[in-house]
Structures are given as structure tokens and as C-alpha cells.
């Protein structure tokens, strides 16, 4: 297969280490440059590049000396995380989505960058939010990725730009811990669950956030990147939805396989939870590229528990 030139940036966050397996999977190893700002464990399979995205020349440096010809541009500081340092969030989602965008015309590059559900805000429809709507987010985080969307549609729409986008979900998974996100709750309670511990959850009992586990986020950020461009009506970003659920739903589920108890003590992500849809329609993106869930929300749990249980099955 011909050498693909991948440059995937937060190649050690939560997506990227599992965006990396499956794009050795899909293309090969060679093909695929991981960066990140720490350093990865011995024995990482891929070629590593230590890169501050900030850096618009180091960025610059990595894409020509290595021939980069696609961006799966990750980095991004998370919801909570982002509403204790409102500047930095801004600096890093945005600042570096600009020298990629820049960078993207300059060399040719495609690129996937992840957009979120917190780029809706508390007067958005809640219910099956469809495509176009209102999007008037709350927290910082919510802003760049409105900002960022539109900043994305006009490098496709100027400069002819070949972005692609998904508004993901609350993502679980087991293999890397998330950070700094609202949704992380539901990747805690399962890391809780399995070690016989109690959680105190940081969201009510009945909060309901749209979900998706992470192989299907993985698959659909590679049907996306492998759709034809024809058939694309979406420029800022593409709707997407597997399931939702409230904490009181995933503990009963939970339940049902392991004796687990779980206690609600709301704290500051809950008005962040507060301000997002309860449930995403996604049709537009199943109609373009054809998307489709694989997992429904009680085959996720099963295979949560298992490979929690179990990693190296
Ligand atoms: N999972 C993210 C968060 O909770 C939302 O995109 O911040």
C-alpha cells in the first residue's frame, strides 16, 4: 500500500492512542508519525515526534521533513479542564487548529479535526438536536469548537481546504484514561467498578448525555476521513450518536453484571453537563458517508466490563 505520510498531533491522549492502532491496522505503521507533548512508553510501535502544536514552526518543520500529506489534528484541552484556564483552551484548540488550517493550505494536507457536543449551549433543542441549530455554548471549550468549526468551513470554503469534522460525543473506553472532560464520569465508573471501589459520581443522578464507545468512534472517524468528498455536505462538523444515558442508568447496568455502588455529589461540571443535549440526531451524517453505531448501550457495557476485566484477551 502506498505510503500514506499520517501526522496524528495528541497521538497519546485518549482518541489518539487508539486513532494510531487502527491507522497502523489500516495503512501500516510506517505510515503513521505519532506526536505529542510527553513523551510515549518504550516499546511505542510507531515513529514519534516530540511537538508542542503552539509552535506553528515546529509544526511546520515536522510536516516538511516527514512529507505529511494528512492531519488527524487531536490536541485539545477538554471541557472542565478548559474552565479552570479559559486562555490556555483558547491558545491550544484554537491556536493550533490556525497554523494546522494555515499550514493545510500551504502543503496540500487533509485534515480531521474533532469538533464536540459542547459546542451547543443551553438554548439548543436538547432532544435529538439536529444539524443546524442554534450553538451558543457556555463554557470555553464549547467556544472553540464552535469557533473552530467555522474557521474550518471557511478554509474549505476560501482556500478549497479538505477538512473533516465530527461534533463526538462523550467517548469511553478502557485502554487510556480520558482527562479534564465532563462525560469522563462514565470512563470512572466503569475504572471503579472493575477494582471493587465505590464512586462518588460529579454529576446528578439523572443527567443525560449523549455516548458513544470508542471503537465506534474510531470507525467513524475513518469512514469520514474515506468518504468521497462529492458526497459531503458538511463543512463545520458532522453530527454523530450511538447512545445516551443518566449515571443512574449506567450504575443499574453496571449493576446487572457486578455488585458496584455509586454516590452523587454534583460539583462544577454539572452546570457544563446542564448546558449540553440530552440526544443527537445524526441522520445527516448517516445519509453523506453512511454512518452507523455498531455498539448499542448494553453491548458497550458488556465489552467495557470484559476487557477491563480481562485487557490482554
Ligand atoms: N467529552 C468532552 C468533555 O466532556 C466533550 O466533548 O469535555
Known sequence: MAKSNILVTGSLGQIGSELVTALNQKFSPDAVLSSDIQTPPAGYPNEFALLDVTDPEKLENCIHKHSITTIYHLVSLLSAT?????????QVNIGSLKTVLDLAVKYHLKVFWPSSIAAFGPNTP???????????????????????????????????????????????????????GTTDYANYMFFKAVKNEAYVCFLSKDTQLPMMYMDDAIKATLDLMAAPAEKLTVWTSYNLSAFSFTPERLHAEISRHLPFSVTYSPDFHQPIADSWPHSIDDSVARRDWNWSPEYNFSRFVTVMLKFLKSPHV
Do not use: F, N
Not at 148 to 171: F, N, T, W
Open 82 to 90: 478548559g474552565e479552570k484556564d479559559p486562555q490556555k483552551a483558547w
Open 126 to 180: 436538547k432532544d435529538q438536536t439536529p444539524q443546524d441549530t442554534i450553538m451558543q455554548p457556555t463554557t470555553m471549550y464549547g467556544v472553540t469548537k464552535v469557533a473552530g468549526e467555522l474557521l474550518c468551513q471557511y478554509y474549505h470554503q476560501k482556500y478549497g481546504v479538505d477538512i473533516r469534522s465530527l461534533r463526538y460525543p462523550g467517548i469511553i473506553s478502557w485502554k487510556t484514561e480520558p482527562g479534564g
